[in-house]
T-cell receptor
Framework: DAGVIQSPRHEVTEMGQEVTLRCKPI?????LFWYRQTMMRGLELLIY????????DSGMPEDRFSAKMPNASFSTLKIQPSEPRDSAVYFCASSPSFGRQDPYEQYFGPGTRLTVT | DQQVKQNSPSLSVQEGRISILNCDYT??????FLWYKKYPAEGPTFLIS?????DKNEDGRFTVFLNKSAKHLSLHIVPSQPGDSAVYFC???????????????FGQGTILTVHP
């Protein structure tokens, strides 16, 4: 199993540009999560999907952020326009309905480090 | 509103000694708690969990304690090893009601450094 795949691993962009982060969850997982990690707030849940349907997007900071899951094997997180305060590490995670080790275990990708200048 | 808080940004311990990482929460609806470990340039990985019906769960060198009245949990690592040096996140779920199944609320993380 390849695990959760995220691309790109690093992204440097200028303020005002559109940024698209990509995620391929583990095959067979029903849930997909997008998180943002910052020093001040730790890991913040932005949005999560169940069977490709958005369930809770209350963590999305503002309308500049959008996420889609067109099929079970692909999701995107888009920021348009990007701002310097969006600089962070963005993680994608997936989970089955019941984890192998733990019912709520989530499997994280390696993250995308976004820098907006 | 930070519902899960890890008030110690960092902790430094000597190899072989005990590491104690703390976590506080404010939402009384949380009923399941997890600890994740994160190495640099990697995503967090699951470490250990505890249900609110228990007050202790042990897995090898790792033990998690839950004090529901104080809304506090802690992770004990005994003995600590240099390979334990990582960021530790505590997380909580209020999924028993069904509507939020799968959703975890994470704390800010604590950087643990274990010196040889």
């Amino acid at each position: 199993d390849a695990g959760v795949i995220q691309s790109p691993r690093h992204e440097v962009t200028e303020m005002g540009q559109e940024v698209t982060l990509r995620c391929k969850p583990i095959s067979g997982h029903d849930y997909l999560f997008w998180y943002r990690q910052t020093m001040m707030r730790g890991l913040e849940l932005l949005i999560y999907f169940n069977n490709n349907v958005p369930i809770d997007d209350s963590g999305m900071p503002e309308d500049r952020f959008s996420a889609k899951m067109p099929n079970a094997s692909f999701s995107t997180l888009k920021i348009q326009p990007s701002e310097p305060r969006d600089s962070a590490v963005y993680f994608c995670a997936s989970s089955p309905s019941f984890g192998r080790q733990d019912p709520y275990e989530q499997y994280f990708g390696p993250g995308t480090r976004l820098t907006v200048t | 509103d930070q519902q899960v808080k890890q008030n110690s940004p960092s902790l430094s311990v000597q190899e072989g000694r005990i590491s104690i990482l703390n976590c506080d929460y404010t939402n009384s609806m949380f009923d399941y708690f997890l600890w994740y470990k994160k190495y640099p340039a990697e995503g967090p990985t699951f470490l250990i969990s505890i249900s609110s019906i228990k007050d202790k769960n042990e897995d090898g060198r790792f033990t998690v304690f839950l004090n529901k009245s104080a809304k506090h949990l802690s992770l004990h690592i005994v003995p600590s090893q240099p390979g334990d040096s990582a960021v530790y996140f505590c997380a909580a779920s209020d999924a028993a009601g069904g509507t939020s199944y799968g959703k975890l609320t994470f704390g800010q993380g604590t950087i643990l450094t274990v010196h040889p």
